[in-house]
């Protein structure tokens, strides 16, 4: 087996990795493991997230979640669970996922098949550096409808076209009512108030735009 590596300060990146020792490192790590991994087609990420990459994944997540419960629609979240599919040759742990279009499908599931089981409606990347691994064709081939990305202030939302690529939108399939592009002006506006006053100031924000 040929392995060559790449390396910077939060990731490595391995190339020349099989499927077998995909899934044999993901045994090895197991679920406690703090790093985000990525796999696609012999190519393995292995990201470990920093922490203002995690203070804003959680506030991002936390207004997905607020704004969910103010239209009142139900929905699953599933964190950074690993997503993958072996025929596809492909695997990636979001930032956070969420179930809303297709939550009725897997409403209290505690394992989930990619092959019996629909993909996440919605995924969250929080780039707060480039990623060595482009993971949209990950997303792609294991069907992930919607990705949101967060990067330098700025959240941008993609839609998969024809199973094959993302392209940016204005409208979310999962919020089309909300001009979500706004939330990293709240977030900004709000974070030094404390998280029960940014919390409030979301909630108010979707009523306005019913």
Not at 46 to 69: C, F, N, R, V
Not at 97 to 120: H, M, S, T
Not at 144 to 151: G, M, S
Not at 194 to 209: D, E, L, Y
Request: proline letters at 5%.
């Amino acid at each position: 087996m040929l392995l060559s590596t790449s390396k910077r300060a939060d990731r490595v990146v391995l190339n020349n990795i099989s499927w077998e020792q995909f899934e044999s490192l993901l045994s090895l790590l197991g679920e406690r493991s703090v790093s985000r991994i990525s796999y696609d087609r012999g190519t393995l990420e292995i990201m470990t997230p920093l922490p203002e990459h995690e203070y804003y994944k959680q506030l991002i997540s936390i207004s997905i979640e607020d704004i969910a419960e103010t239209l009142e629609q139900d929905y699953e979240c599933y964190g950074s669970t690993t997503w993958k599919r072996k025929l596809k040759e492909a695997g990636v742990e979001p930032d956070n996922c969420f179930y809303f279009q297709n939550e009725a499908k897997v409403r209290g599931k505690l394992e989930l098949n990619l092959d019996i089981d629909p993909p996440p409606d919605l995924a969250l990347e929080v780039d707060l550096t480039n990623k060595s691994l482009n993971r949209f064709p990950i997303y792609a081939r294991l069907g992930v409808p919607e990705i949101w990305t967060y990067e330098q202030g700025k959240l941008t939302i993609y839609q998969l076209q024809n199973n094959a690529t993302y392209q940016v939108t204005t409208q979310s399939l999962v919020f089309p009512s909300l001009p979500i592009q706004e939330l990293p002006n709240l977030l900004e506006k709000y974070r030094n108030q404390g998280r029960i006053v940014f919390r409030k100031a979301v909630r108010k924000w979707v009523i306005a735009h019913q």
